[in-house]
Every structure is written in structure tokens, then in C-alpha cells.
């Protein structure tokens, strides 16, 4: 092949690979995406608020099926209520159950003494006298908690201090839906030892 043939063809193929690539830039192409998994793009699911050609009453949200219960939920009273299995008071102590699935005593009070310090100290202080950095910027007495040495709360039921981390009580939130049961409980087990500590530091008899 002589050399101006050779030179045409190299022409031509520079020609051609520049309207190639030109034609690859900022051209939107009108084919349809190529889907893999079309069920990613089209889902046979509900909106939320959408409406439903298949129920009667045309709503897509449905309400549970009575009886349900969501996996994580505990449905024996005495570990996730604290109450007594037949409902009608508190139990005493912490659940030997709860104790268990930490692994032992010492880790539930350690567990609880780390839950405490987040979610407790602003509010009742690192010792529980209800004197948190919260209670005194507010200066004001509607807002002072209980200390946890008050006759009262040292002869709570253990069930009933679960209960009250769970639901709250006055100003004070409930803790049950950012905590888990173990974690309230952990809290229980360390509110204990705080008031057994203050006892012995007060000459208190227990």
C-alpha cells in the first residue's frame, strides 16, 4: 500500500473516530434505560396515603392485625413492665432473666453506670441528689427531681423505678422508647448502688 493511500486511511479513521466521540458527548439518548432487575424501578407496593383499588374502604395504611407483636418487643410483663405476671403490682427486684442476659451483676451495675452518666447526670447529679447542671441553670423549683435518698424513692419496688425510666413521670421524659429494656433495668441496678453507697458515706441504716 503506498503511502498516500496509507495517509487517506489514517485520515478517514481519525474522521470517523472524532464524529464517533462527538457523538457520545452531550447527546441525550431517547432508548429506554437497559434494566437489569425491573422489580427495583416498578415495586408492587403502597404509597403512604395513597389510595387502594383492593380494600374496601379505599385507605392503603392498614392497621395491625389484633394480637400482633413487633419482634423486638418483650411480652412477659415482669422484664419488659416491670409488674408482677398477674398485672397488679410492681416487682420487687430486678429480673434474675435481665441479670442473666447481661452475664452477671457486677456488668449490669458497670452497663447502667454508663447509661446513667448519659441520660440521668444532667438532671439528678452524679450521686443522685437531684442537683444536675439542668435543675440549676433552670432556677426554678417546679423543675428539681427527687433525690434518688429520699425515704420514698429508696423504698420503691424495683418494678416501679423501671417503670418510671420507662414512661417518665412529671417533668421528667420516658426513656423507654430511645432505651432498651436491658439498659433501663442496668440504669435500676446502678440507681441501687448509688443509694446503697450515699447510704453507707451518711451512716444510713440500710
Known sequence: MSSAR???????????????????????????PVAILRNMYFQPKYVAQSKSLFFQDKRTMRLPVEGTVAREMEITPQLGEGRSADGTGFVDTIPIQIVQRVGDMDRLVTRGQGRYGIYCVPCHDGVGTGKGLVIQRAQNQAFQPPSFHDDRIRKMTDGQLFQTISYGANNMPAYGPQLPIEDRWAIVAYVRALQISQANNRGVQQ
Open 6 to 32: 496509507l495517509n487517506r486511511w489514517s485520515a478517514c479513521a481519525l474522521v470517523l473516530a472524532a464524529l464517533a466521540l462527538s457523538a457520545c458527548r452531550g447527546e441525550i439518548s431517547q432508548e429506554p
